[in-house]
Nanobody, 133 residues
């Protein structure tokens, strides 16, 4: 059973920085794609940054491009999200995701998975980021 655990969230003033970490465990398959999404109450979860390991493609949502940086360790067991110049609009629950099928890609920060393999997209429980003005 793939398990993902996010950490590093918390309160931060506008203009500040945070680094989120996601630890991946329990998988016998190295992820093919990994990424971050965020969600505010009443809205759908939105992908904001992703990596496709098949070709090294890295993709960001326009709302975070230039401010957020996604990275991963060589073993693909720890995913990071460096967030700079945060604004109150970035307040959300942040989730990491790992995909254990090669039928995935990244588009504008979103991890797209072949619908036949949707169960191989795994999410963590999230970490809250709150940016004050």
């Amino acid at each position: 059973q793939v398990q993902l655990m996010e950490s590093g969230g918390g309160p931060v003033p506008a203009g500040g920085s945070l680094r989120l970490t996601c630890e991946v465990s329990g998988s016998t398959v190295t992820p093919y794609c990994m990424g971050w999404g965020r969600q505010v109450p009443g809205e759908e979860r939105m992908g904001i940054a992703g990596i496709d390991f098949s070709d090294g493609d890295i993709s960001y949502a326009s709302s975070v491009k230039g401010r957020f940086t996604i990275s991963v360790d060589n073993a693909k067991t720890t995913l990071y999200l460096q967030m700079n110049n945060l604004s109150p609009d970035d307040t959300a629950m942040y989730f990491c995701a790992a995909v254990t099928t090669p039928r995935c890609t990244v588009v504008d920060g979103f991890l797209a998975v072949d619908p036949k393999f949707h169960e191989q997209k795994h999410w963590g429980r999230g970490t809250q980021v709150t940016v004050s003005s």
